[in-house]
């Protein structure tokens, strides 16, 4: 039972506090679209996606306006197009006009982005997943509202190699179509190892062909809701400061419940799950680098700062699961640097380093997720960085990302605006050394001793 007390909390986490519902995801089967005919697969995805979404903006508005919870994206996500277009593509320029023909969808409903321009390739290619893959730049390039993803690497089967050195190219590629609007292209585009078939958050954000016909997936974040909540436990012992950020955990999710479950009655579509990850955005105190600092850290990046995003992130986890029985996706805490003021001070602040983000990325939901690099990098580097990642996800067993942005034309210290959401963020350093023999070697790294269970 909800009593007042319950209402009045979450009114101030709303009004104060920066609570908001990130994202409705409706992920939509394409498998029923699969045809040898180009044209007539278009029309079927593009009559599949209006038919099953078209009402989903209006839904959410209303949702938002009678609960007086802001919800703030209403978003699609798709079986990865590799396995759609496969029987249709015989060219990359096939896979674009399937992702031209997703972003008129996506405009016609007037969703914010449509995920699942995606290929996954842990163990090979197929040649639709290559064509897909080696289309990615181009179709970024000509539509607003698609985004992209591949998943290179997982546990069970090791990590791709030969796509990882790819996809090195495909990020410098979609950042050079893009250049006059500092590589925007590359923003819209995650490399992952473990990628789950039900995350809500774009980029990376694909229907799984483990999931049911249409489903609803729900994204709560409450950045701002946990450090104020630390606020009024400052110098409190470690038990105390875990109580309090999975209690607070608690009530966010509830929140994502409740319109989960709304939304799922209103549309006729089952709900999938609610995805607790703090996801921060550029407003001022909606930052996870600022709930680390509330903790003792004097910037994000300093000594401490793993094992503080640890604590944070497994109570994070502690707190949803007792809210909801079907939390998934990522849920934890995202470490975006250009969607996150807090990140973006530190950065500045010369604390935060691209090397520090990644032991971060150990612990977190995600990795190593929305950093502007110079433009002059090379593939290989990219390729390197990928690597390193993936193995972290593999060997670890959790899901880890990479979405680089080699920002054409610009250097250390100077900034690359990419507008809404996605924030600014100051050009970070990369390791000059080279990496080139090691990432054009062929073949997979093969999966690590502990995948072997069964």
């Known amino acids: 039972m909800i009593n007042f007390r319950e209402v009045a909390e979450t009114n101030a986490m709303i009004d104060k506090e920066n609570l908001d519902v990130r994202t409705i995801t409706m992920g939509i089967s394409l498998l029923d679209c699969i045809d040898p005919d180009l044209q007539t697969l278009k029309r079927k995805i593009h009559d599949k996606i209006y038919s099953s979404a078209k009402d989903l903006v209006r839904t959410g508005e209303e949702i938002s306006r009678d609960y007086g919870i802001p919800i703030v994206n209403k978003r699609v996500s798709v079986t990865p197009i590799a396995l759609v277009g496969g029987a249709a593509c015989r060219t990359p320029e096939d896979f674009v006009e399937i992702a031209v023909t997703l972003d008129q969808v996506a405009e016609e409903i007037g969703i914010n982005f449509l995920g699942g321009?995606?290929?996954?390739?842990?163990?090979?290619?197929?040649?639709?997943?290559?064509?897909?893959?080696?289309?990615?730049?181009?179709?970024?390039?000509?539509?607003?509202?698609?985004?992209?993803?591949?998943?290179?690497?997982?546990?069970?089967?090791?990590?791709?190699?030969?796509?990882?050195?790819?996809?090195?190219?495909?990020?410098?590629?979609?950042?050079?179509?893009?250049?006059?609007?500092?590589s925007l292209g590359?923003?819209?585009?995650?490399?992952?190892?473990?990628?789950?078939?039900?995350?809500?958050?774009?980029?990376?954000?694909?229907?799984?062909?483990?999931?049911?016909?249409?489903?609803?997936?729900?994204?709560?974040?409450?950045?701002?809701?946990?450090?104020?909540?630390?606020?009024?436990?400052?110098?409190?012992?470690?038990?105390?400061?875990?109580?309090?950020?999975?209690?607070?955990?608690?009530?966010?999710?509830r929140v994502g419940q409740l319109v989960a479950k709304e939304a799922s009655a209103r549309l006729g579509v089952p709900f999938g799950i609610v995805d607790l990850s703090l996801a921060p955005t550029p407003a001022i105190g909606d930052s996870v680098a600022d709930i680390l600092c509330e903790m003792g850290l004097?910037?994000?990046?300093?000594?401490?700062?793993?094992?503080?995003?640890?604590?944070?992130?497994?109570?994070?986890?502690?707190?949803?699961?007792?809210?909801?029985?079907?939390?998934?996706?990522?849920?934890g805490a995202f470490i975006p640097v250009s969607e996150d003021q807090g990140m973006i001070d530190a950065v500045r602040a010369g604390s935060l380093t691209l090397e520090k983000l990644e032991a971060m990325t150990c612990v977190c939901s995600v990795g190593l997720d929305m950093i502007a690099i110079p433009g002059d990098t090379k593939d290989t580097t990219i390729a390197g960085i990928i690597a390193d990642e993936m193995a972290i996800g593999m060997i670890n067993q959790k899901t880890t990302a990479v979405r680089l942005i080699p920002v054409i034309g610009k250097k250390v210290g100077d900034e690359a605006q990419f507008g809404g959401l996605l924030g600014y963020a100051p050009i970070m350093p990369v390791n000059s050394f080279g990496c080139d023999e090691f990432v054009n070697r062929k073949g997979r790294i093969p999966a690590p001793v502990h995948s072997f269970k069964n």
Do not use: W
């Open 298 to 331: 004097e910037s994000a990046g300093a000594p401490g700062t793993t094992a503080a995003l640890a604590l944070l992130n497994d109570q994070v986890k502690k707190g949803g699961i007792m809210a909801s029985s079907y939390v998934g996706g990522l849920s």
């Open 117 to 182: 321009f995606s290929a996954l390739v842990s163990k090979g290619m197929t040649p639709a997943d290559e064509l897909l893959i080696r289309a990615i730049p181009e179709a970024l390039a000509q539509t607003e509202r698609v985004c992209a993803s591949v998943n290179v690497g997982s546990t069970k089967t090791g990590i791709n190699m030969d796509a990882v050195r790819m996809m090195g190219t495909v990020i410098r590629q979609a950042a050079e179509k893009t250049a006059d609007r500092d």
């Open 186 to 253: 590359a923003t819209k585009l995650v490399v992952f190892c473990n990628a789950p078939d039900d995350n809500p958050f774009m980029a990376g954000a694909f229907h799984g062909v483990t999931e049911a016909d249409r489903i609803l997936n729900i994204g709560v974040s409450g950045p701002g809701v946990v450090k104020t909540a630390l606020e009024g436990v400052h110098g409190a012992d470690f038990e105390t400061l875990c109580e309090t950020v999975k209690k607070t955990a608690f009530k966010v999710t």
